[in-house]
Every structure is written in C-alpha cells, then in structure tokens.
C-alpha cells in the first residue's frame, strides 16, 4: 500500500497564490510519476499537471504558465505551486502516484489522495 498525505489547500482571492504538497509513503519500489488532478462540482476529475521520474512535465492547457509541478525525489513529494489563480480554479484537488511496489513485481500502481480543497474567491 501507498500513501498520500496532502497538504496545502485554503481560500484565496483571484491573483493569489497557493502551494499544495504532497508525500507518498509505505511499499514505494520505485516512483514513475507523480502528478495532480482536481475535480469542480458537477464536473470531471481533470488531469491538471504530471512529473515523471526523469522530470518531465506536462500541464493541462487552462494552468500553462501559472502553475508549476515539482518534485523531491528524496522525500518522495510532489509540489504544485499555483501563482494568478483564477475562480476557475476552484475544485478539489486529488495527489495521484504510479508507482511499482517491488523490485520484483512488474505491475504498475495508481494511489490516490484524499483530496484538498482549493477555493479562489474575492
């Protein structure tokens, strides 16, 4: 099993800034990406932004140039620093990992978080 234990979420005004992190804990082998998705009422989980192991990134189009996905290998933490949000922002925001659990077993993992919630409003 892997945990997530987030952290970092509140309210803020539209323009401000937010950072969300999050550490994976428990049968980690070996970390392949770590990444994060957010959910607004009455809408669809949404990939927001991933990091893979070797440090690339991706990014949904709508966070492109204010957010930035980053991670600490050592401490097996992502990090999601969220700069000019926006209302639109608003939504619950899920840490996923994939992982493998053991040197020996191939199989790939997903693990979620418990969610944070992320309110941008004046």
């Known amino acids: 099993q892997v945990q997530l234990a987030e952290s970092g979420g509140g309210l803020v005004q539209p323009g401000g800034s937010l950072r969300l992190s999050c550490a994976a804990s428990?049968?980690?082998?070996?970390?392949?990406?770590m990444g994060w998705y957010r959910q607004a009422p009455d809408k669809q989980r949404e990939l927001v932004a991933t990091i893979f192991n070797r440090g690339t990134t991706t990014y949904a189009d709508s966070v492109k140039g204010r957010f930035t996905i980053s991670r600490d290998n050592a401490k097996n933490t992502v990090y999601l620093q969220m700069n000019s949000l926006k209302p639109e922002d608003t939504a619950v925001y899920y840490c996923?990992?994939?992982?493998?659990?053991?040197?020996?077993?191939?199989?790939?993992?997903?693990?979620w978080g418990q969610g944070t919630q992320v309110t941008v409003s004046s």
């Open positions: 996923k990992t994939v992982t493998r659990r053991t040197g020996t077993d191939l199989r790939v993992y997903d693990d």
């Open positions: 428990g049968s980690i082998f070996r970390i392949i990406a």
